[in-house]
């Protein structure tokens, strides 16, 4: 292939844009407020999760409460009114007085062990109640993190795309100089060779593969007309001589 001597060092220049707009999308792609966002969604996903289970488990302790609460407040309320029968001497057969006092007691023990029941309840009811408090808490958290790290996300997104914008436009400029051919060369070979498709021949090395050239091959290309488009043997990349190229 043939292109002019100055449409080759273009690619160079062609070359140096697509690796700043290669970058530019990586830096876009692998900005760390992304990771972090992915990393809290993760957590917040985890935490709801864990909130609901605990918001469940104050329910239902809630519930077991008041049932206990009931059946202390339904005992005591039987307690009253026997002592009240005896009180006021509705029971006069001895017999029946015995079995009453007997059944107080009962009644007392019965209370004893609801109150302990009921107090197991409420002491649980309160861990629960802590910890719903304690991951509802954290989800505000994690909202106002995630909010700010998606304002800090959008600001360096939009000035990485302001300068893939930019350099783009500046690609377009650069790329309308150069021959067709040449130029769908070049693309072409940059997608084999991942992202680079032109490398400068300095000072006797091919800076795409970094091979140094033997005096053979130095002297091939120092015979080559000016607008023979060259290949580097090494790698296969369009291969352009400089005025540092050292031939």
Do not use: W
């Not at 001597?5 to 692998?30: M, P, V, Y």
């Amino acid at each position: 292939m043939r292109a002019d001597a100055f449409a080759q060092l273009k690619l160079l220049d062609l070359q140096d844009l697509d690796t700043r707009l290669d970058q530019l999308r990586h830096r876009l792609a692998t900005l760390p407020e992304t990771r972090q966002l992915a990393a809290l969604a993760q957590e917040r996903d985890e935490v709801d999760g864990q909130a609901r289970d605990a918001g469940i488990r104050v329910d239902d302790l809630t519930r077991e409460q008041k049932k206990a609460d009931a059946d202390v407040e339904q005992v005591k309320a039987r307690r009253v009114r026997d002592q009240d029968r005896m009180d006021r001497g509705l029971i006069s057969n001895p017999r029946d007085l015995e079995h009453m006092q007997q059944e107080l007691v009962s009644l007392a023990r019965r209370i004893s062990d609801l109150e302990d029941t009921e107090l197991e309840v409420m002491e649980r009811l309160e861990a629960a109640q802590g910890e719903h408090a304690r991951l509802t808490a954290r989800l505000a958290e994690i909202d106002e993190e995630q909010q700010a790290l998606t304002e800090r996300r959008d600001a360096q997104a939009g000035e990485v795309a302001a300068l893939a914008a930019s350099t783009t436009d500046e690609r377009k400029v650069t790329a309308s100089g150069i021959p067709a051919d040449l130029l769908a060369l070049y693309e072409r070979v940059r997608e084999q060779k991942g992202g680079v498709g032109a490398a400068a021949l300095r000072q006797r090395r091919c800076e795409g593969c970094s091979l140094q050239l033997n005096a053979a091959d130095l002297g091939v290309i120092a015979k080559a007309p000016d607008d023979q488009v060259l290949r580097c043997e090494e790698c296969n990349r369009i291969l352009v001589r400089t005025p540092e190229s050292g031939i």
